[in-house]
């Protein structure tokens, strides 16, 4: 009961506060600025009530819903006075606090009202979304590593947009292309080609050298790739002149927003490799992990030890399956629970598709998980193979040691 509990709701523009004590008494409720004026506001007020109320303790919570609360984290840890106390800062799930929110059915929605609930779900425990970025260096990786993840995210729709541009001009070539439809050939080839008519007239030797050119020579019968470049032009629907001139403005749009985001990730791989190297780790010892992968997991979980298992960590990056039972029934086809850390999910599940391909035991746990089933097999192996690798992960960090690939 010496613990003054303050629950924040964070926006834009201001914050609001709730002081709450051991026994669920609101003892403050108000509001300030979101920014350095309003963050020693607040300060100020909490120092006034942890001295007249005679606490030790303090245990701050705010919802990790944006990048809002970040900057007031830094004014909280970097206060000297708060440092007198024993203090505790939490980001907390907004799908749990929601969730606990519910047991005061009568509550109305409100910035007040959210930040009572915050308060109120700190004083119950069972908290455990602790915030570590007091060793900033994690934070300042997490930015280069989540900017990525932003950057490969826009990288796919974009491509799936040209994948529809591609439909639009040159139809049967989206549907039986000889190469893949987003490679640098392809590119090239829908660039230079004005319409499916400049294919189909081409000569095949042109075709041909073309596809040599801008693959790099990479298939050994290049001539048969220009056949069936030329007969799936033929297939293909024509365009009125009008719509194929839009079409052409339209992909070389798309191409060059893929090239820039392309150039992006380069870009951000190269600083995140930099900043990588000032945090000591053992996960690149794992073959096929790499650098940025790694970077990716250890960004987001930052000190291992604020994990009690290695089960918290999967439960923490949404690879835990939820569970339908009742008497004697229980449901096989169960789904992944929703929330999660999605930048940790996507950094552990890119890095065990690339672990696999490397490592003989992650190869066959793969292999045995993808011929268990005859629906999304590689989607359901890959993500099985992630959850293998979260308890690698905690384990190498855990102990501090490196990886030692298993003799099969």
Same mark, same amino acid.
């Given at each position: 009961?010496?613990?003054?509990?303050?629950?924040?709701?964070?926006?834009?523009?201001?914050?609001?506060?709730?002081?709450?004590?051991?026994?669920?008494?609101?003892?403050?409720?108000?509001?300030?600025?979101?920014?350095?004026?309003?963050?020693?506001?607040?300060?100020?007020?909490?120092?006034?009530?942890?001295?007249?109320?005679?606490?030790?303790? $303090?245990?701050? @919570?705010?919802?990790?819903?944006? =990048? *809002?609360? +970040?900057?007031?984290? #830094?004014?909280?840890? %970097?206060?000297?006075?708060?440092?007198?106390?024993?203090?505790?800062?939490?980001?907390?799930?907004?799908?749990?606090?929601?969730?606990?929110?519910?047991?005061?059915?009568?509550?109305?929605?409100?910035?007040?009202?959210?930040?009572?609930?915050?308060?109120?779900? $700190?004083?119950? @425990?069972?908290?455990?979304?602790? =915030? *570590?970025? +007091?060793?900033?260096? #994690?934070?300042?990786? %997490?930015?280069?590593?989540?900017?990525?993840?932003?950057?490969?995210?826009?990288?796919?729709?974009?491509?799936?947009?040209?994948?529809?541009?591609?439909?639009?001009?040159?139809?049967?070539?989206?549907?039986?292309?000889?190469?893949?439809?987003?490679?640098?050939?392809?590119?090239?080839?829908?660039?230079?080609?004005?319409?499916?008519? +400049?294919?189909?007239?081409?000569?095949?030797?042109?075709?041909?050298?073309?596809?040599?050119?801008?693959?790099?020579?990479?298939?050994?019968?290049?001539?048969?790739?220009?056949?069936?470049?030329?007969?799936?032009?033929?297939?293909?629907?024509?365009?009125?002149?009008?719509?194929?001139?839009?079409?052409?403005?339209?992909?070389?749009?798309?191409?060059?927003?893929?090239?820039?985001?392309?150039?992006?990730?380069?870009?951000?791989?190269?600083?995140?490799?930099?900043?990588?190297?000032?945090?000591?780790?053992?996960?690149?010892?794992?073959?096929?992990?790499?650098?940025?992968?790694?970077?990716?997991?250890?960004?987001?979980?930052?000190?291992?030890?604020?994990?009690?298992?290695?089960?918290?960590?999967?439960?923490?990056?949404?690879?835990?399956?939820?569970?339908?039972?009742?008497?004697?029934?229980?449901?096989?086809?169960?789904?992944?629970?929703?929330?999660?850390?999605?930048?940790?999910?996507?950094?552990?599940?890119?890095?065990?598709?690339?672990?696999?391909?490397?490592?003989?035991?992650?190869?066959?746990?793969?292999?045995?998980?993808?011929?268990?089933?005859?629906?999304?097999?590689?989607?359901?192996?890959?993500?099985?193979?992630?959850?293998?690798?979260?308890?690698?992960?905690?384990?190498?960090?855990?102990?501090?040691?490196?990886?030692?690939?298993?003799?099969?």
């Amino acid at each position: 009961m010496n613990t003054l509990f303050v629950g924040i709701d964070i926006s834009s523009t201001k914050n609001v506060v709730c002081f709450m004590d051991g026994s669920g008494n609101r003892l403050a409720n108000f509001s300030v600025d979101n920014n350095k004026k309003g963050a020693k506001q607040l300060i100020l007020s909490i120092i006034e009530y942890m001295e007249k109320l005679c606490y030790t303790k $303090l245990s701050i @919570g705010l919802e990790a819903t944006s =990048i *809002y609360g +970040d900057l007031l984290i #830094y004014e909280l840890r %970097q206060n000297s006075r708060l440092s007198n106390f024993i203090l505790s800062i939490h980001l907390l799930n907004p799908l749990q606090v929601n969730r606990f929110k519910k047991i005061y059915p009568d509550l109305q929605k409100n910035d007040f009202i959210d930040a009572f609930v915050i308060a109120d779900h $700190l004083r119950f @425990g069972r908290i455990t979304d602790a =915030i *570590y970025h +007091d060793d900033y260096r #994690y934070k300042a990786l %997490q930015l280069l590593t989540r900017a990525r993840f932003s950057a490969v995210k826009n990288l796919i729709k974009e491509k799936q947009r040209f994948n529809n541009y591609l439909f639009i001009k040159c139809s049967s070539l989206k549907q039986k292309s000889p190469i893949s439809p987003t490679s640098a050939t392809m590119y090239a080839l829908v660039e230079a080609f004005d319409s499916v008519d +400049d294919i189909v007239y081409a000569s095949l030797e042109d075709i041909a050298a073309f596809v040599d050119k801008h693959s790099r020579s990479h298939f050994s019968n290049s001539k048969t790739i220009a056949t069936a470049i030329k007969q799936a032009a033929d297939m293909s629907y024509h365009l009125p002149k009008t719509v194929n001139n839009s079409i052409n403005q339209a992909i070389a749009i798309s191409l060059a927003s893929i090239r820039a985001l392309e150039k992006q990730i380069k870009m951000l791989d190269k600083a995140i490799e930099e900043n990588f190297r000032v945090i000591p780790n053992t996960l690149t010892s794992i073959p096929g992990i790499g650098a940025v992968y790694s970077a990716g997991i250890i960004a987001e979980l930052g000190n291992v030890n604020r994990f009690h298992s290695q089960a918290s960590i999967a439960k923490f990056a949404g690879l835990v399956w939820t569970q339908y039972q009742s008497g004697n029934f229980e449901a096989e086809n169960t789904h992944l629970i929703s929330g999660g850390n999605r930048s940790l999910r996507y950094y552990l599940v890119e890095a065990a598709n690339s672990v696999r391909r490397c490592d003989p035991e992650f190869n066959r746990y793969y292999k045995i998980k993808y011929n268990e089933v005859n629906k999304n097999n590689h989607k359901r192996a890959i993500v099985l193979t992630a959850r293998k690798l979260v308890r690698l992960v905690f384990r190498l960090l855990k102990d501090n040691r490196l990886y030692k690939v298993p003799e099969l």
